[in-house]
């Protein structure tokens, strides 16, 4: 587990490096890294964003009328399911 949480701080700190103020929130299967985009985002923030984004197990991007959040999601499955989930698995 503390190896999910360091991954998780890591794309925390790696946001906040970026000008993003994110949040690490523990779910039942996951760790959960959200912020808030601004509009507009610097085409270096969002550029940094989206190669923090693709370090996590899962991520998306939520657009609403009050805003867009980004979301990264490091799975508490274990490693081996974690990466199946991804396409990194073995394959039948």
């Known amino acids: 587990m503390a190896a999910r949480s360091n991954r998780a701080d890591h794309i925390a700190a790696r946001l906040s490096a970026a000008g993003f103020t994110p949040r690490v ?12 985009v601004p509009d507009p985002v610097s085409a270096e923030a969002w550029r940094e964003l989206l190669k923090v984004l693709g370090t996590a197990d899962s ?6 009328g009050s805003g867009r959040i ?3 999601a490091i799975s508490k499955d274990t490693p081996a399911t974690a ?8 394959q039948l």
Not at 27 to 36: A, D, S
Not at 83 to 90: E, I, K, L
């Open 25 to 36: 929130r523990h779910r039942k299967g996951c760790i959960c890294v959200e912020t808030e």
């Open 59 to 64: 991520f998306g991007l939520i657009t609403s």
């Open 70 to 72: 980004a979301w990264a």
């Open 83 to 90: 990466g199946a989930a991804r396409g990194h698995g073995h």
